[in-house]
T-cell receptor, first 113, second 110 residues
Framework: ETGVTQSPTHLIKTRGQQVTLRCSSQ?????VSWYQQALGQGPQFIFQ???????GRGNFPPRFSGLQFPNYSSELNVNALELDDSALYLC????????????FGDGTRLSIL | DAKTTQPNSMESNEEEPVHLPCNHS???????IHWYRQLPSQGPEYVIH???SNVNNRMASLAIAEDRKSSTLILHRATLRDAAVYYC???????????FGGGTRLMVKP
């Protein structure tokens, strides 16, 4: 069973640029969630996708957007990067249904200069 | 989601049991209690969850107070690999959108 994989593992961008992060969900999982984790803090929920549609969103501005593909893989796009966007971005996949465990990847470390 | 309160850090000796507390005095009747842990340089990992009754799995046990205002994650025999940040999360939505707090950093001494 292949777990959740994210790419790239590390990325450096400058302010104002755009970035796309990718996530391959665990086999059989149809729900993907994205989280942002600043240094020394717990992860913060960005949004969730289920069957290619956004299924819930946290307190993040519209410049954070996403996609889910028919194979349930997903992308997180961030436009107009700001210094505060520097963080670890985590993807988690799960089966649909109540209180299914989420399976996390090891994240993409994004640094904004 | 209701808020949880956990100690910032705890220490344990290897091969001894560890009891990680979590207070959630404003828990609602539909809130499930979830525990995740995050090992260094890794994403969070699901540990266990429950509603009212105590729960056991291969990783840990979850003891839930009768009034549900607190719970305790029990690692029966700590190993060095159990050193991690442990998050106690209340979740009442079927969409599994987790709200993480600061967690408890567990240090395990050999």
């Amino acid at each position: 069973e292949t777990g959740v994989t994210q790419s790239p593992t590390h990325l450096i961008k400058t302010r104002g640029q755009q970035v796309t992060l990718r996530c391959s969900s665990q086999s059989g999982h149809n729900t993907v969630s994205w989280y942002q984790q600043a240094l020394g803090q717990g992860p913060q929920f960005i949004f969730q996708y289920y069957r290619e549609e956004e299924n819930g969103r946290g307190n993040f501005p519209p410049r954070f957007s996403g996609l889910q593909f028919p194979n349930y893989s997903s992308e997180l796009n961030v436009n107009a990067l700001e210094l505060d966007d520097s963080a670890l971005y985590l993807c988690a996949s799960s089966l649909d249904g109540t209180h299914q465990p989420q399976h996390f990847g090891d994240g993409t470390r994004l640094s904004i200069l | 989601d209701a808020k949880t309160t956990q100690p910032n850090s705890m220490e344990s000796n290897e091969e001894e049991p560890v009891h990680l507390p979590c207070n959630h005095s404003t828990i609602s009747g539909t809130d499930y209690i979830h525990w995740y842990r995050q090992l260094p340089s890794q994403g969070p990992e699901y540990v266990i969850h429950g509603l009212t009754s105590n729960v056991n799995n291969r990783m840990a046990s979850l003891a839930i107070a009768e009034d549900r205002k607190s719970s305790t994650l029990i690692l029966h025999r700590a190993t060095l690999r159990d050193a991690a940040v442990y998050y106690c999360i209340l979740n009442n939505n079927a969409g599994n959108m987790l709200t993480f707090g600061g967690g408890t950093r567990l240090m395990v001494k050999p």
